[in-house]
């Protein structure tokens, strides 16, 4: 390697090894509140998990150009679950001690949509692969089971309560709604 061919070749090969999947890891900690999470940002990719977790977080590349690697230890403040209810884009989410937001869930602008199923047929009272299907249409067994994987996490001393709310995506009888957010034109960037 005593080209200058061969010095391009050996950079090249040093620069490509920079650009491979990088992870990192975390060793050892001291103090750390046992619920920290670890958020580490490497130019502008960001990855966290549990400090505790003791999962490497990868990155697609991990070089100069994302020098200097930000750390950075988060604190939950607060927990609360959302079962994404089919059809339904915005939902109201109630944390422990007053706490409260509004979200849309909706798909990434730009994004290909799949054709929705809208003219489905009434399925007839006595089959079975009707009634599976029917379920599977509407998406009914997807959204009950995550409910009753929320209720048994949760354990909310009024588990009906509790699930009628996530039936009305998080809002009570009463609640009003926040005007939904402005869409854009098609293709246009929100701001």
Request: charged share 25%; proline share 7%; aromatic share 6%.
């Amino acid at each position: 390697l005593k080209t200058s061919a061969g010095k391009v070749l050996l950079d090249w090969l040093i620069n490509a090894r920079a650009l491979a999947t990088m992870e990192i890891n975390l060793l050892n900690q001291t103090g750390f509140p046992e619920d920290t999470v670890l958020s580490v940002r490497a130019g502008s990719v960001r990855r966290q998990a549990l400090a505790s977790s003791g999962r490497p977080l990868r990155f697609p590349k991990l070089g100069m150009e994302e020098n200097p690697v930000k750390i950075d230890l988060l604190k939950t403040v607060a927990t609360a679950y959302l079962v994404i209810k089919p059809g339904e884009q915005q939902y109201k989410v109630l944390f422990p001690n007053a706490l409260s937001c509004e979200l849309e869930v909706c798909k990434a602008q730009g994004e290909p949509t799949t054709a929705a199923q809208e003219d489905l047929t009434k399925p007839g009272a006595g089959s079975a692969k009707e009634a599976k299907d029917y379920l599977e249409a509407h998406q009914i067994l997807n959204f009950v089971q995550a409910l009753l994987q929320t209720v048994i996490k949760e354990r909310p001393d009024k588990p009906y309560e509790y699930m009628a709310r996530h039936f009305m995506s998080g809002y009570d009888v009463a609640d009003a709604r926040s005007p939904p957010r402005a869409s854009t034109s098609a293709g246009a960037p929100a701001p």
